[in-house]
Antibody, heavy 120, light 107 residues
Framework: QVQLVESGGGVVQPGRSLRLSCAAS????????MHWVRQAPGKGLEWVAV????????YYADSVRGRFTISRDNSKNTVSLQMNSLRAEDTAIYYC?????????????WGQGTLVTVSS | DIQMTQSPSTLSASVGDRVTISCRAS??????LAWYQQKPGKAPKLLIY???SLESGVPSRFSGSGSGTEFTLTISSLQPDDFATYYC?????????FGQGTKLEIK
């Protein structure tokens, strides 16, 4: 069965960096685009970034562009999110999720999320 | 960027009720719309994609309709398990966006 397991969350000071990882299993990882979506405490869902199946295309929400970098390693079935220059407003649960199909598509499987807290 | 606006923000209903949640896109997205259900402390779950296609395993009391800029999620007869928050999401462009959510509460 499809599994997505995020790791790397924690408490970090404003301005510092953090790297999240998502380990995937149960599907052909190299065939699907992968996303990061976040949810601030008590708030709604915010799409963060997507990477294409082969890593050649990457897109970001305006709120993180230039600070966050998404990447993937198809040999290890992992997708990562490098977060630099963190701000208090980046505090959220970060979920990784997979595309349902090739091309732009909804997100059919999600991980359980990892909490990032940006605080001094 | 495409903005998604859901209404209402909160909906109070009883078991057995028929409920409708609306989602409006700031520009045309043909049928590239999905609906998700989220329960407290859990990841979102895909319910509907391509505006009206039911995801495998999702009960048939859930249905979606609409195209262009106006979309609707309908639950035909509310069950206790359906009280949750619902989000629409557009995937017409590579900058995906979610609606702000509709919390479905027990009346």
């Amino acid at each position: 069965q499809v599994q997505l397991v995020e790791s790397g969350g924690g408490v970090v000071q404003p301005g510092r960096s953090l790297r999240l990882s998502c380990a995937a299993s149960g599907f052909t990882f190299s065939a699907y685009g992968m996303h990061w979506v976040r949810q601030a405490p008590g708030k709604g869902l915010e799409w963060v970034a997507v990477i294409s199946y082969d890593g050649s295309s990457k897109y970001y929400a305006d709120s993180v562009r230039g600070r966050f970098t998404i990447s993937r390693d198809n040999s290890k079935n992992t997708v990562s999110l490098q977060m630099n220059s963190l701000r208090a407003e980046d505090t959220a649960i970060y979920y990784c999720a997979k595309d349902k199909a090739v091309g732009w598509s909804p997100l059919d499987y999600w991980g359980q999320g990892t909490l990032v807290t940006v605080s001094s | 960027d495409i903005q998604m606006t859901q209404s209402p923000s909160t909906l109070s209903a009883s078991v057995g009720d028929r409920v409708t949640i609306s989602c409006r896109a700031s520009q045309r997205i043909p049928s590239w719309l999905a609906w998700y259900q989220q329960k407290p402390g859990k990841a979102p779950k895909l319910l509907i994609y391509r505006a009206s296609s039911l995801e495998s395993g999702v009960p048939s009391r859930f249905s979606g309709s609409g195209s262009g800029t106006e979309f609707t999620l309908t639950i035909s007869s509310l069950q206790p398990d359906d009280f949750a928050t619902y989000y629409c999401q557009q995937y017409n462009s590579y900058l995906y966006t979610f609606g702000q959510g509709t919390k479905l509460e027990i009346k």
